[in-house]
């Protein structure tokens, strides 16, 4: 039996909180916030040391209730001695709760077909229905970046893939520590372009969603609202956020505004009426002083269905309401 594959295409991920898993503190805060989504973190927020005990806290952290409406975990890559215990025992004991796993530093399609079989043998093991929980995917270095098409499509369950963009700036040899900033001295265009543009690529291609990294200055909103302005920009859906503080901030930034919304509504009620028989079957029209054709409306419904996940209606239907 498999699982439906949800449509990412309309799923809200505007903002993804990391949580570490060895902080109880981090685990109780994190339940009530209103990010769009949680990943209760195995890998860089927690020790090696820290890790084994880390998974029991997840388990024992799953069985709360959560705001966040997407709860994901996020393992040890398959290059550690950690990820097969990760997904045994934090699948093995709260995965009717996990919405995917996080795959980090993923290099080829095999990290996650590797990842897909044993998540079937512990979904199976555990009574839960083979292929409901999703992958995502982080590319994090030269070889994953090579090979995102490949990794893209390499399982039904993925569901998105992910810039990780401190590993990947250590994997260039970057000279700068500000994770998710542009490098110093590099003053000919955004330094990551190329990469944001050939992940956003590949998601599409496969109907996933694609998320920007974190911005590690977590006092610094200013330099997190431009990092996410871009992000929104280049069509990405949403970004990881580290603080609290980034959160409403990020949601701001990752939904459309209300007059980009208001005017993508106008453009679809007058194409339809424009190219219906009683209209005149026209097929190009004029809204607001520029032309609309059938391009022009994809773009339309793809703003009014991100609108409509986040919770955005008409300016005037909001008003009577």
Partial sequence: MTAAVPDTSVQVRRTILAVPGSSERFLAKARGLAADAVFLDLEDAVAPAAKPAARGQIVAALGAEWAAPVVTVRVNDWTTPWTYADVVEVVGGAGARIDAVVLPKVQSREHIVALDLLLTQVERTHGLVPGAIGIEAQIEDAPGLLNVQAIAGASARMRSLVFGPGDFMASMGMASTNVGEQPEGYERGDAFHHVLFSILVAARAHGLAAIDGPYVAIRDLEGFRRSAR????????????????????????????????????????????????????????????????????????????????????????????
Avoid: C
């Avoid at 679809?268 to 005149?280: K, L, M, Q, R, S």
């Avoid at 391009?295 to 269905?305: D, F, S, T």
């Fill in 230 to 321: 871009a992000a929104a920009a280049l069509g990405y859906d949403g970004k990881w956020v580290l603080h609290p503080d980034q959160i409403a901030a990020g949601n701001e930034i990752f939904t459309p505004r209300q007059a980009d919304f208001d005017r993508a509504l106008r453009m679809i009620d007058a194409y339809a009426a424009a190219t219906a028989e009683a209209g005149g079957a026209v097929g190009a029209i004029v809204v607001d002083d520029e032309m609309v054709d059938e391009a022009g409306m994809k773009v339309a419904q793809r703003i009014v269905a991100k609108g409509r996940a986040a919770g955005l209606s008409a300016s005037g239907e909001r008003a009577e309401g």
